[in-house]
């Protein structure tokens, strides 16, 4: 099966797909993966969803909301950073904005004087780093070779790291089963008590969210599209209950149903 994720070879992003893909092909964003899955581009796409240091990879969230896809399974794999750079000695630390987000703490103590560059992803980075000397990258410590050497090692804030990933498939690829499953809201209305609305029937039926999150609508000032993963699959009736009503309370807007899946940890 051919995957797609965040490229080049060497991102955290490759090393998920490496558990869905035996062909993997590389984009440069992570909105670029979903829409080759979207258009039949690519039978897969990993694309990273939530870190437990950061927070929502919100590129994501607004490309799931975006285009007609599947969420058929769920990585979750540990992020250890190392600093890689040819010397001790270097101007600039070049990473995903992420990954320098979860170093902010070891970067302003141990290197307060650097300046940081965001680039499209950690592979990209070290590629930074391997052609310049003045330039250190954060990345997965087993990308370093030949001139490139491993600095610091555990360098992200908190010891335990890690980063949620899904898999994208076509939309008739969605599954019903699975212990959790994904859904956004476009309620596209606004009153005391919505929020509340849209929470209270999964709160009846005792089905535990395990995640909201909202995201401008991009329509106006303080509408918004809300994101919820549910511990419940859509086989079961009383999920489709609540979906139900969802699905009134959303009437001017949609609710799109990403699908069902299990959590499956990926080490290494
Ligand atoms: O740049 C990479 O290596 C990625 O795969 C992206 C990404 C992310 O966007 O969160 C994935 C895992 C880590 O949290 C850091 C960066």
């Given amino acids: ?126 590629e930074r780093a391997r052609e310049e000397s003045t330039v250190a990258a954060i990345g997965r410590p087993d990308t370093a070779d030949g001139e490139l050497r491993v600095l610091a090692e555990n360098i992200q804030d908190r010891t335990s790291n890690a980063t949620r990933f899904v898999v994208v498939a076509p939309i008739d690829e969605r599954s019903t089963g699975g212990g959790k499953s994904s859904l956004i809201v476009y309620p596209n209305d606004d009153y005391p008590g919505l929020l509340l609305d849209l929470l209270e029937p999964f709160a009846d039926r005792r089905i535990n969210l395990t995640r909201i999150e909202s995201r401008p609508s991009g329509e106006r000032l303080g509408d918004y599209v809300f994101h919820f993963d549910a511990e419940a699959g859509l086989y079961e009736e009383r999920t489709q209950e609540a979906i139900a009503v969802i699905e009134e309370i959303a009437a001017k807007g949609w609710v799109r149903r990403l699908g069902s899946y299990d959590v499956e940890h990926v080490v290494g």
């Fill in 1 to 126: 099966m051919q995957a797609v994720t965040l490229g080049p070879a060497g991102t955290y992003s490759h090393r998920a797909a490496q558990a869905v893909g035996d062909e993997i092909a590389f984009r440069e964003s992570v909105t670029g993966i979903v829409e080759a899955v979207a258009t039949g581009a690519a039978d897969r796409g990993v694309v990273p969803i939530e870190n437990s240091i950061e927070g929502s990879v919100t590129e994501s969230l607004d490309a799931l909301a975006g285009f007609e896809v599947a969420v058929v399974r769920e990585l979750i794999t540990p992020i250890r950073h190392a600093l890689l750079a040819q010397h001790d000695e270097f101007d600039v630390v070049a990473s995903h904005s992420q990954a320098l987000a979860q170093c902010r703490s070891y970067l302003d103590t141990e290197h307060p004087d650097v300046a940081l560059e965001s680039v499209t992803s950690t592979a990209r980075g070290v």
